[in-house]
């Protein structure tokens, strides 16, 4: 079992359960996250968010919109992001400075969603990182934007 998949409960120092340190990290390293959509996301990110919007969770409002039907909330869809940076890529310890993101296409119950994160830029100085993030379904990217990320040193 790696760093990345063991119980938060069995790990004994935050060596172990930690990610990437600035040091670590290289412009171009890459990292997944792939995800089915479900019935129950929306409902409890919906319940957990206060967003009951009826585009997302009432199918005859749905269908009289643009969009046909209902739609997953794009901030459920941004969490795949924030999956990916805050469990592998930069990883746990890191902490978001900043995301701007261009919503361009909907996202429906059973669609799969593969998060792709790419890490661009490093600023050690700062402890600064700027990642590359694009959520697709098949070829059609539905998502795609930058995250900047705070990333801590090894401790000395």
Avoid at 55 to 63: C, D, I
Wanted: charged share 20%; aromatic share 8%.
């Amino acid at each position: 079992m790696d760093q990345h998949t063991k119980p938060f409960a069995v790990v004994a120092t935050i060596e172990e359960l930690h990610g990437y340190f600035i040091d670590d990290l290289e412009v171009g390293m890459t990292d997944v996250y792939v995800r089915t959509v479900t019935e129950t996301d929306i409902v409890q990110y919906s319940q957990i968010s206060g967003d009951d919007n009826p585009l997302h969770v009432n199918e005859e409002f749905a269908k009289q919109t643009v969009f046909g039907g209902r739609i997953a909330h794009g901030m459920l869809t941004c969490g795949y992001i924030s999956s990916v940076l805050g469990t592998k890529l930069p990883g746990p310890g890191c902490a978001y400075l900043n995301q701007n993101l261009n919503f361009r296409a909907p996202v429906r119950i059973g669609d799969t969603v593969q998060t792709r994160v790419t890490v661009k830029e490093i600023d050690k100085d700062d402890n600064n990182v700027i990642c590359e993030a694009v959520c697709s379904i098949g070829e059609k990217v539905v998502i795609d934007g930058t995250a900047m990320l705070w990333v801590p040193n090894r401790a000395k």
